[in-house]
């Protein structure tokens, strides 16, 4: 009877453990935004007389996924989406300069670590070229910024001489 017993344990516990418990499958969520920036930079810290500022309009679209757990909890998220920059002086919005972007992100929220990888500036201007440039992958441990690895280039008070002209 022991035997049968243990036999009958052990059939219960193997279907037990061939049961997967699965969470729930991702959410994909489509993302579509603007976000409007006050001040990209404040053009009158350069001595140049300028009374300005730089402002940003940016264009979001791409979609993010979103992982449970068994539990039903958000675990991680992952980002894939695009957009573009549309600066502008701040007190004229008529003269633009449209740059595009796109990055990836990973977020665990089980361990605060993000990491985001891609092109995150690109503004060239008319006649002068290449002034804002960041891309690569910039990593967050335990929510704070950790590194960033890849190519920066920022030359600010040329976009102010941009607009001031």
């Not at 993302?31 to 500022?53: H, K, N, P, R």
């Not at 068994?70 to 004229?92: E, H, M």
């Not at 804002?132 to 929510?143: K, L, N, R």
Request: glycine fraction near 8%; include cysteine.
């Amino acid at each position: 009877m022991k035997k049968s017993m243990l036999v009958l344990i052990q059939l219960l516990l193997a279907l037990l453990l061939a049961i997967p418990a699965f969470a729930a499958p991702p959410d994909k969520v489509d993302v579509d935004d603007e976000f409007e920036y006050t001040f990209i930079e404040d053009c009158s810290v350069y001595d140049e007389g300028w009374d300005f500022a730089v402002q940003d309009i940016e264009a979001a679209y791409g979609h993010e996924h979103i992982f449970y757990n068994k539990a039903g909890d958000v675990v991680k998220r992952q980002f894939n989406v695009s957009g573009t920059d549309t600066l502008f002086r701040a007190d004229d919005r008529h003269n633009t300069v449209v740059a595009n972007w796109h990055n990836n992100g990973t977020w665990n929220l089980e361990t605060n670590n993000e990491k985001f990888r891609g092109l995150f500036w690109n503004v060239q201007l008319p006649g002068v070229g290449l002034v804002y440039h960041d891309s690569g992958a910039a990593f967050i441990v335990d929510g704070e910024f950790d590194r960033f690895a890849g190519l920066e280039h920022y030359d600010l008070e040329a976009i102010c001489r941009y607009f001031a002209g």
